[in-house]
């Protein structure tokens, strides 16, 4: 199975705040990748796929880019509705995999 | 639009069988693939397994040996079971459309899931 890890696992920021997250393949999956945001209690959405197109109906603060073995997830300005945990997940393979999720807290 | 909606017993016993169904209402079953999601309680999302509408499966291989997902095309529905379940089977399970290429665009809401005896 291809691995997939994301940092940090908890992040803390404020509202207007750029923000970040890292996920990494154990080997590489091209561009083969999908963030989604969860929030409590609800199922996860889909925000990005093939690395960086965005879906249609997610607002355009929400960015991704990378390839290979290494993707970013950017918000560019941290809205109290983006307080969430967000998952990569890889669909290079036939065995598709999460990363382990990155929650964003209030600071 | 597209709706998906998991149903099935909310506490399975350890040992046992435990079995959902995915309706999908809104559109057609054909032409996508279907996926069975889990997640833990306070932990991470794990793929099952998914199905084509034509029948043919692709599981997680770290449970393909309990899995089984089948779909019944004149009720726009698919199914999972998932044999020999012990406390470890404990999660929230979501349905999933599945593009293609494999991403989720559409999901449940998603069904609790126990096992407890």
């Known amino acids: 199975d291809i691995q997939m890890t994301q940092s940090p696992s908890t992040l803390s920021a404020s509202v207007g705040d750029r923000v970040t997250i890292t996920c990494r393949a154990s080997?590489?999956?091209?561009?083969?990748l999908a963030w989604y945001q969860q929030k409590p209690g609800k199922a996860p959405k889909l925000l990005i796929y093939?690395?960086?197109s965005l879906e249609s109906g997610v607002p355009s603060r929400f960015s991704g880019s990378g390839s290979g073995t290494e993707f970013t997830l950017t918000i560019s300005s941290l809205q109290p509705d983006d307080f969430a945990t967000y998952y990569c997940?890889?669909?290079?393979?036939?065995?598709?995999?999460f990363g382990g999720g990155t929650k964003v807290e209030i600071k | 639009q597209v709706q998906l909606q998991e149903s099935g017993p909310g506490l399975v016993k350890p040992s046992e069988t435990l079995s959902l169904t995915c309706t999908v209402s809104?559109?057609?079953?054909?032409?996508?693939?279907w996926s069975w999601i889990r997640q833990p309680p306070g932990k991470g999302l794990e793929w099952i397994g998914y199905?084509?509408?034509?029948?043919?499966?692709n599981y997680n291989p770290s449970l393909k040996s309990r899995v089984t997902i089948s779909v019944d095309t004149s009720k726009n529905q698919f199914s999972l079971k998932l044999s020999s379940v012990t406390a470890a089977d404990t999660a929230v399970y979501y349905c999933?459309?599945?593009?293609?290429?494999?991403?989720?665009?559409?999901w449940g809401k998603g069904t609790t899931v126990t096992v407890s005896s």
């Open positions: 999933a459309r599945t593009t293609v290429v494999n991403y989720m665009d559409v």
């Open positions: 997940q890889q669909y290079n393979s036939y065995s598709l995999t």
């Open positions: 080997q590489s999956i091209s561009s083969w």
């Open positions: 809104g559109g057609s079953i054909s032409s996508y693939y």
């Open positions: 199905i084509y509408y034509s029948g043919s499966t």
């Open positions: 093939k690395a960086s």
